[in-house]
């Protein structure tokens, strides 16, 4: 294995570009080591990391206590599949609906198949307690959405890149623009309709933020024409927006198991991403009883899911959320991020603006969508020591790990703010 423990970068990049599918185009830094908000090149130079794995790992790389949970569980029990029962899984799924909420949880592996559940889960009810007749049910979906890669899931893209050749799509999916109450109310007129499926903010889309009461509008419409609202927080869950869900709106408590009202309660939540702290996959659908109980034994499953690591992973991962405030913490530093960009964005023609959450935040460069200006942007706060990734052309999210402290936010405004005013398009 020597060959492969002296790689370097261009050698770890020349083996991927000719053995691996070409189905990323990441920027050219290779990874060897994570440590809270810090990752290492194989050259052993130090990053701050400021996507966090598509905000993954929220918690932070490699958190002692995710890792701890994460091996001790792995000397004991890693899979049993849902043939029979394991010691972890009902201890997990009673932790994860007091934490969020709902009467019951159904456990999966990555963001696409829980989002591919919560559809089946409401096609189901559609049917069983809504009466649309047999096969009609329709899901609204919105434009510019992401929700991951299935085929399924790209039938509700309007995505030329995810979508093109990949048909033909799954029927029974409306789309309608983001952000348009008007438009919901008019596809809602539709009796088939099961379900309204949307992300509280769209992160793929640039870190698109709806109209303050959008999504409560849109969950009380939903509500009115019994239909169910699926909330997508694979992205912005976890803490990421500075709530412990971005549906919690204005709600003030740290937990979702609170004492105040949530903004939002969607009828079914889905969760991924940093559920695990991006330890291990770990996603799942939220929903309560009269949802829930239309899946019976042999309607759905998966080999990993609600696997005895997954549980023991994503158990510890949800408790550093609580123990460490991250939600708290987010909220803090975003208001920071976005003051201090706005500042510098007075300063400079590069930047048109600065959107988003808590630590979900993105700025517009001042150029085409089609342009790189913003990969080269990338590029040049990777040479400073920052890697972020372009969502589009001209914009660039910008989500560190939750973990991140005040002073370590000032020293990446810092490198943000340099490499803006030196670079040259
Ligand atoms: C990442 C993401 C998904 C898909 O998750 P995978 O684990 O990549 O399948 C779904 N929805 C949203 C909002 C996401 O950000």
């Given at each position: 294995?020597?060959?492969l ?29 994570g ?7 194989v050259?052993?130079?130090k ?6 794995a ?43 609906t007091?934490?969020f909420?709902?009467?019951k949880?159904?456990?999966?592996n ?11 889960i ?21 434009e510019?959405n992401f929700?991951g ?21 799954t ?18 007129q ?9 992300e ?12 303050e ?30 709530k ?16 105040g009202?949530?903004?939002?309660k ?88 600065v ?10 460069i001042?150029?085409?969508e ?8 990338c ?8 890697l ?26 810092s ?11």
């Open positions: 294995m020597a060959v423990q002296d790689l370097t970068s261009q050698q770890a990049i020349d083996l991927e570009n000719k053995y691996g599918a070409h189905n990323y185009h990441p920027l050219p830094v290779v990874l060897t080591k440590e809270g908000v810090f990752v290492w090149d050259e052993g130079k990053y701050y990391d400021f996507l966090s598509y905000s993954a790992v929220n918690q932070g790389h490699c958190h002692p206590k995710i890792i701890k949970a994460l091996t001790d569980q792995a000397q004991n029990l890693t899979l049993t599949s849902r043939a029979f029962y394991n010691d972890q899984l009902g201890k997990f799924e009673k932790f994860a007091a934490y909420g709902y009467d949880l159904l456990p999966m990555t963001g696409a198949e829980a989002v591919e559940t919560a559809l089946k409401a096609r189901k009810w559609g049917y069983e307690k809504k009466g649309i007749p047999a096969n009609q049910a329709k899901i609204i979906v919105c510019n929700h890669r299935t085929i399924t899931i790209i039938s509700a893209s309007n995505d030329p890149v995810a979508t093109e050749n990949f048909g033909p799509f029927p029974g999916i409306v789309s309608i623009p983001y952000n348009d109450i008007a438009a919901l109310s008019e596809a809602l539709d009796e088939h309709v099961a379900a309204f499926i949307a509280p903010i769209q992160g793929e889309a640039g870190v698109f933020v709806p109209d009461g959008y999504i409560k509008a849109a969950r009380a419409l939903c509500k009115e024409k019994n239909v169910l609202f699926i909330a997508d927080e694979v992205q912005t869950g976890i803490a990421r927006t500075g412990l869900l971005a549906t919690c709106g204005n709600c003030n408590c740290a937990d979702r198991n609170c004492s009202e949530p903004e939002v969607p009828d079914v939540l889905i969760l991924g991403k940093a559920i695990s702290g991006g330890v291990f996959p770990v996603s799942a659908v939220l929903a309560n009883d009269e949802i829930m109980e239309v899946i019976r034994p042999g309607n759905h499953g998966s080999t990993f899911g609600g696997n005895p690591l997954a549980c023991a992973v994503a158990t510890a991962a949800l408790e550093v959320v609580r123990d460490e405030r991250l939600a708290e913490n987010a909220a803090e530093l975003g208001e920071l991020f976005r003051s201090e960009m706005e500042r510098i964005i007075a300063e400079t023609d590069l930047v048109l603006k959107r988003g959450k808590g630590l979900l935040n993105a700025i517009v001042n150029d085409t089609e342009s790189s200006t913003a990969w080269d942007i590029m040049a706060l990777k040479e400073n020591g920052l972020a990734k372009p969502t589009h052309g001209n914009i660039i999210r910008f989500a560190p790990p939750l973990v991140m402290t005040k002073e370590q936010l000032m020293d990446c405004v490198i943000i703010e340099s490499t803006l005013k030196a670079f040259k398009k």
